[in-house]
DNA sequence: CACTCTACCTGTGCGC
DNA sequence: TGCGCACAGGTAGAGT
């Protein structure tokens, strides 16, 4: 489940590997699964990218962004976001397309750079404005400064979990940091975002950046026997009933808006939570 | 504005 | 062993 960490883990490695993408041409296209480019017209996509050079990889949220020199019409977007099971990669042009590749590029070098997501979740844009498919979301959840993340939560009145996973509301947390950056604040998932005091938003927003941080640097998270990004240890997320690491209680798992949430009964307070 | 539900998908793991 | 089914979750969109 590829968060912010897993994502821009998969940045570093296509930009600052070797060999890298940037610099790389795209000479052909195959369209394994039209359905990736979802609405958009798959027809029209191998004559755009056809020629295109990759300039830079940047990330969004949890969107990839690959800047694009195209002869004759200039810059182009190529926006990627895997949501739950997508991975991209480089390849050698004749490793073989799996059964679960919806996206083939082929490159210099007899390189190729590959989509492969076997629950079809992922998708991919062209656009000429990266904002056109990104636009909207709030800031990125990993440089967001405290005073501007507190007037957000001021901001608004839901419930702490809800509103981590709105990308309007911070870009690049999902379920499993979610719940991670509530167990290191000490914050209830319930916990009323408009009730929080001054240093409970300040105790959030340090434990998310905090978690983030460690995540990346890990290289994405380690979650035993599910997902296995990087060597990041979680402590709640997937863990109902087992020991908290922190205090011997037993992991609670509700469900908040649909999603599994994980926490610990005594580490994480009710504090002002409704009901 | 906040919420809930549904749809999109398929691999996994459970109970029987 | 095998079958059926709940479950996992990011996001959009519709409905309450």
């Known amino acids: 489940m ?54 830079a990889i940047a990330r969004l949220g949890k969107y990839l962004v690959f800047a694009l020199d195209c002869p004759g019409r200039g810059s182009l977007f190529l926006i990627v ?24 590029l082929m490159l210099d070098h007899g390189l190729a750079l590959r989509f492969d997501d076997p629950r079809k979740f992922g998708r991919v844009w062209l656009a000429d404005d990266p904002e056109t498919v990104t636009g909207g979301m709030g800031p990125d959840s990993l440089t967001v400064s405290l005073e501007e993340f507190a007037a957000r939560l001021a901001g608004h009145r839901r419930h702490l979990k809800p509103l981590l996973l709105d990308q309007y509301f911070v870009a690049g947390i999902g379920n499993i940091y979610a719940d991670e950056s509530l167990f290191r604040a000490g914050l209830h998932p319930l916990t009323n975002s408009a009730g929080l005091k001054p240093d409970e938003a300040l105790r959030l927003h340090t434990a998310i950046r905090s978690v983030l941080e460690e995540a990346v640097a890990a290289g994405g998270a380690n979650i035993d026997g599910v997902f296995k990004a990087g060597s990041f240890i979680v402590n709640v997320y997937g863990r109902a009933g087992a020991p908290c690491r922190v205090c011997g209680t037993p992991i609670s798992k509700i469900r908040v808006g649909q999603r599994g949430t994980h926490f610990c009964p005594h580490c994480q307070l009710p504090g002002n939570m409704e009901a």
């Not at 000479?27 to 029209?44: A, E, I, K, Q």
């Not at 976001?81 to 083939?104: K, Q, Y």
């Open 2 to 55: 590829p968060e912010l960490p897993e994502v821009e883990s998969v940045v570093r490695s296509l930009r600052d590997g070797s060999p890298s993408l940037v610099g790389l041409r795209v000479r052909s296209v195959d369209m394994v699964w039209p359905g990736v480019f979802s609405p958009l017209l798959p027809d029209l996509v191998p004559s755009h990218l056809e020629g295109c050079r990759f300039a």
């Open 81 to 104: 976001h895997l949501r739950m099971t997508g991975r991209l990669f480089l390849v050698p042009e004749s490793a073989a397309i799996e059964r679960h590749t919806r996206l083939a």
